[in-house]
């Protein structure tokens, strides 16, 4: 499926599994979701996660600040050039599905400047449940929801909720608090996910983002196998 | 000669064409901002005033471009026009991203060597008219699709930021057709002079406010 050696255009094809040096690129897997379920603290816990053991890099896409940037800036999850920032002219959907040529650059940049890199998180900026990535920007893709935006979010569906690869469901440790149903939240992703995998995290712990950690380290496996 | 495929042309000059054109506003924002862009009729008369400077001199570029003008020298050319260190940044990336686009969609040696030549990227308009060449169109062509694009960045941008009716913003830009029209009939007969012949006019303020743009924190367009 990847032959990278067998096409002219070097730089050309997004979805390219080799660098113009013959090399294999980073794995790329975006994190989408609504507005404040938890991607850029779900991004922060996976860089402390697995930065010792991996060269990592993320991409914010913001919609009208750089906060995201600068909220992992400031935690210092990552050393500041192995984080971008690609503005989004206040569709953060477009940036991420229909014209992801701002993303691409900004990953092939960080693999010039920092690499060579293992694994780049792709983070989008805050949207609503329809928000996807596109194949040619990401290979995997991450979809977070939490716990206190409506247990019935995994019910209600969506292409984000349906499709991602796979489904988190953050904040768990609110459930009791906002009367939120985990085990009807579990069942109605399972409907509408089939064997897609969905995780329940809380990240005011430390370990809370193993289980997507582990997740992660998996389809990073898998890529370069 | 080529002769141009009207066809290939609108996918070039297509808003969807996937060149990042969509998170730049064309000094929009800017302006937005600072109260002189308030309504249609403003959008307009700022449309106009791109068009016949910034928008005449990117289309010369473009249209030297796919004339087959030396791209070398049409870039040092560009940087001459292009005095904000924001802009020509800003022209740079997106001239990158035209390429990315550009090679995808027309397979071509010619874009090629240019992105060879230019790994940090060439400006934007010296790749558009290189990637109308690819498409076999013709130097007209390419001003054309420079000309629109000039003031459809900001009808856009426009739309967003002040909820302006999309309507109102889709009839400045038709009423903007002739002027677009003598632009890039002017612009294509000047890159048939050679680059020194190519239009040099410039929109000061434009210039001023995007280095202003260019340091504010949160803004919702780069540029």
């Not at chain 1, 694994?119 to 900026?125: F, N």
């Amino acid at each position: 499926m990847h032959l990278g050696h067998a096409h002219t255009h070097h730089g050309a094809v997004s979805a390219d599994a080799h660098r113009p040096d013959g090399t294999r690129r980073a794995l790329r897997v975006g994190l989408g979701g609504p507005v404040g379920s938890g991607k850029t603290a779900t991004v922060a816990a996976l860089c402390r996660a697995l930065r010792d053991t991996l060269s990592l890099a993320v991409v914010t896409n913001d919609i009208y600040t750089r906060e995201d940037a600068e909220f992992l800036l400031r935690e210092a999850v990552l050393p500041p050039e192995r984080i971008r920032a690609v503005e989004t002219g206040a569709c953060p959907h477009t940036a991420i599905r229909d014209d992801i040529s701002a993303n691409l650059e900004a990953v092939e940049e960080l693999e010039d400047a920092v690499g060579p890199l293992d694994l780049i998180l792709v983070e989008s900026g805050g949207d609503n449940l329809t928000a996807t990535f596109s194949k040619g920007l990401v290979d995997a893709q991450i979809f977070v929801i939490d716990v206190a935006g409506g247990d019935d979010i995994p019910r209600k569906g969506g292409p984000g909720v349906t499709t991602a690869d796979l489904l988190v469901v953050n904040k768990t440790d609110l459930a009791p608090h906002v009367g939120s149903d985990l085990e009807r939240m579990a069942r109605d992703a399972k409907e509408q996910r089939g064997e897609l995998p969905v995780l329940f995290t809380s990240l005011r712990s430390a370990e809370g983002v193993g289980p997507v950690a582990d997740w992660v380290g998996a389809r990073l496996a898998a890529w370069t196998a | 000669m080529r002769t141009g495929t009207r066809s290939a042309l609108l996918v070039l000059a297509d808003g969807r064409f996937p060149a990042g054109g969509h998170a730049h506003s064309g000094g929009a924002e800017a302006a937005v901002k600072a109260g002189r862009i308030k309504d249609a009729d403003d959008l307009e008369a700022f449309c106009r005033g791109r068009l016949h400077t910034t928008g005449l001199t990117s289309a010369g570029l473009a249209a030297g471009a796919a004339h087959g003008l030396d791209p070398h020298a049409l870039d040092a050319a560009a940087d001459a026009r292009t005095p904000s260190p924001a802009l020509r940044a800003a022209a740079r990336r997106l001239g990158r991203q035209l390429m990315r686009a550009a090679r995808a969609a027309w397979p071509d040696p010619g874009l090629d060597a240019l992105a060879a030549a230019f790994p940090r990227g060439a400006h934007q308009p010296v790749v558009l008219g290189a990637a109308a060449r690819a498409a076999g169109l013709g130097p007209e062509d390419a001003a054309h699709c420079a000309a629109y694009e000039t003031v459809g960045g900001p009808a856009t941008a426009v739309v967003r930021l002040l909820g302006l009716d999309p309507y109102r913003a889709t009839a400045v830009l038709a009423r903007l057709a002739p002027d677009m029209d003598r632009v890039a009939e002017r612009a294509a007969a000047a890159a048939g002079e050679g680059v020194d012949a190519l239009p040099a006019a410039s929109a000061p303020l434009l210039d001023l406010t995007a280095e202003q743009h260019a340091t504010w924190p949160v803004r919702l367009f780069a540029s």
